[in-house]
């Protein structure tokens, strides 16, 4: 038995080791079984921890005294009738009073704008109104930020609409906190198209840009196609790419989204493949893959969706052999919060002021304004509601699970398909951890 992954140190002090069962013992609900070549990885979802056992150890875990008493005591195996899920809510518990709350970080999401370049068809803004930050606005948001951040240091992720589409307010925004002083990195959601040699330069300097998330939709026809820019001359899909070695060259970190949207798959296989020929070998890009759920996935019969999840998980999985897959790892620590939506060290702030939890929330579920005192509590709180349905009892997930009922992400609640994408997710980053302690011990 090797250890790839220690407990989660917090986890670890309120758990210890479970004392070892006379009686039957059975797999514990939190634990995922994943064969590797020469044996199988066992990963605790409450603990952390990750385990490789031999094929002889695997086949005997039951018995084998030895084996069997080791993984008793790391709660990879529990007795019957043992209740894992009480046990699992009094740890969460506990484990949530005693993590830090307070964040040497405060993070910020600052829409400049929510107009854009590209009209692509499936995008959460389409039918909002475009509003363009002003300069009067931009420098009341620099002063809130000061305010809010009482010292602290400053984390903006610049979203829209395509943020680069008034950088003139992202301009006003890093000149007023570089005057306070205030210690600042940002990163940026964009299409990335608007981005030249001196605006990567100045993005970086000025605007301390170190991270970059570009989402490509195909290879180049399906790619000009589906983003439908206004006002391009030649290839928007050329001039992105030329954009993303631009900032890699930089040292701006640049993490390509592909939107699987169960129509696509092929043609996203081959975009891996130019992207692996193109960027392959550059640690700063690295792509993952999403599926779209405002295709309308609720609508589909479900042969479609279990096709949608396979695809899903293959492209996962190709992403990482051809070498340019995001390398997503189990946490590390205990989870607190799902997102940016029940996390008080962020907020949202729109063109016009006003303040939010969720970045995909421009209009509605807002929280206050740059103007105000204080926060409308009762909003705040309404965002940390979670979900919760008869299945969390048994599910895999619970002890790391804070599906948010507001998130437009979660209107189904929890159906065993999110909680089928979850383990795919939750499988490949126990294989990139895995492999990582290979190429680490070889
Ligand atoms: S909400 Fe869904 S994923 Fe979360 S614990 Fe419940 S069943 Fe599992
Ligand atoms: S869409 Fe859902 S998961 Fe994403 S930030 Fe909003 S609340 Fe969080």
Known sequence: MQKILPQLRAIAGICGKQGVAPGRCHLSQYCLRVAVEGGELLYHNMTGELLLLSAEEAAGMFGRAGVRDELVARWFLVPEGFDEYRHA????????LIAPQESQTAHFVVFPTTDCNARCFYCYELGRPRRNMSDAVAHDVAAFIV???AGRDVRINWFGGEPLYNARAIDVITGDLAVDGVSLTSQMTTNGYLFDEELVRHARDGWALDDVQ?????????????KAFVGVEGSAYRRVLRNIGLLSDAGVDVSLRLNLNGSNERDLWQ???????????R????AYTVLLRDFGFGSMPHESRHRALAAYGALQGHLHDVGIGRPWLPRRSVKVNQCMADNDNWITILPDGRLGKCEHESEDKLVGRIYDDGLDEEAVRAWKRVVRVPECEGCLFFPSCNR?????????GCTEYDREEMRINLRHRVLTAYEQYCREHR
């Open 214 to 226: 570009i989402t490509l939709d195909g290879t180049e026809s399906v790619y000009n196609r589906s």
């Open 89 to 96: 809510r009094q740890t969460r518990d506990v484990a949530l």
């Open 271 to 281: 975009l891996a493949d130019e992207l692996a020929e193109r960027f392959g070998g």
């Open 147 to 149: 305010r809010r951040t």
């Open 283 to 286: 640690e700063n890009v690295t």
């Open 404 to 412: 948010l009922r507001e998130c437009a992400w979660h209107a189904e």
